[in-house]
């Protein structure tokens, strides 16, 4: 199947979060509170692609408070925190919501993310990934992780549905 067929077909995007959703620098402070720094653009991108009818979700090896927050403020559902093995949880996504792999966008940086990038349709690896994501990504952002690579390939699969421009002309209504 050609490239652009490909990104068509997707209704859901699952995320990675520390080295995609961010930067992947944890912080903690003296009293030992984490903090992350999420891009702007990132959020908004999640919002158009919802506002558009499609699905997001993230998927994280660890837990967090700040990306339970952050979640709820872009309304994210789909959210799996302290996940040991990505893969099975990200089947268990896709098929709770009668979805096919040839369905799903998996966006990732490093080598826990590498069998869901296998495993999904449209894999795709942010710049600053490990070289065997962007091996075997079907794309590979010129965004690193934490830099808008979320808001970049949000707009690479709504170009490819022809549906960006209405999205933009909804969101400045």
Same mark, same amino acid.
């Given at each position: ?25 944890? &912080?903690?402070? =003296?009293?030992?509170? !984490?903090?992350?720094?999420?891009? %702007? $653009?990132? @959020?908004?991108?999640? /919002? *158009? ?16 408070? &700040?990306?339970? =927050?952050?979640?709820? !403020?872009?309304?994210?559902?789909? %959210? $799996?925190? @302290?996940?040991?093995? /990505? *893969? ?32 999904? @349709? ?52």
């Amino acid at each position: 199947m050609k490239h652009e067929e490909r990104l068509k077909q997707v209704e859901l995007i699952l995320s990675d979060v520390d080295g995609v959703f961010t930067d992947g620098g944890i &912080i903690f402070d =003296n009293q030992g509170i !984490e903090t992350k720094r999420f891009h %702007v $653009r990132d @959020g908004l991108a999640v /919002k *158009l692609w919802r506002q558009a009818g499609y699905q997001f979700g993230l998927i994280s090896s660890r837990s967090s408070q &700040i990306v339970r =927050n952050r979640s709820a !403020e872009l309304g994210i559902d789909l %959210v $799996r925190q @302290g996940v040991p093995e /990505k *893969l099975p949880v990200a089947q268990e996504i896709i098929t709770s919501l009668k979805l096919q792999p040839e369905q799903v966008c998996y966006i990732g940086d490093d080598l826990p993310d590498l069998p869901v990038i296998q495993y999904v @349709g449209v894999g795709v690896a942010v710049a600053d990934a490990a070289a065997e994501l962007r091996t075997a990504a079907l794309l590979t952002t010129k965004a690193p992780g934490g830099e808008g690579a979320i808001r970049e390939l949000v707009e690479t699969l709504l170009k490819a549905k022809q549906r960006w421009d209405e999205v933009v002309r909804k969101h400045l209504a």
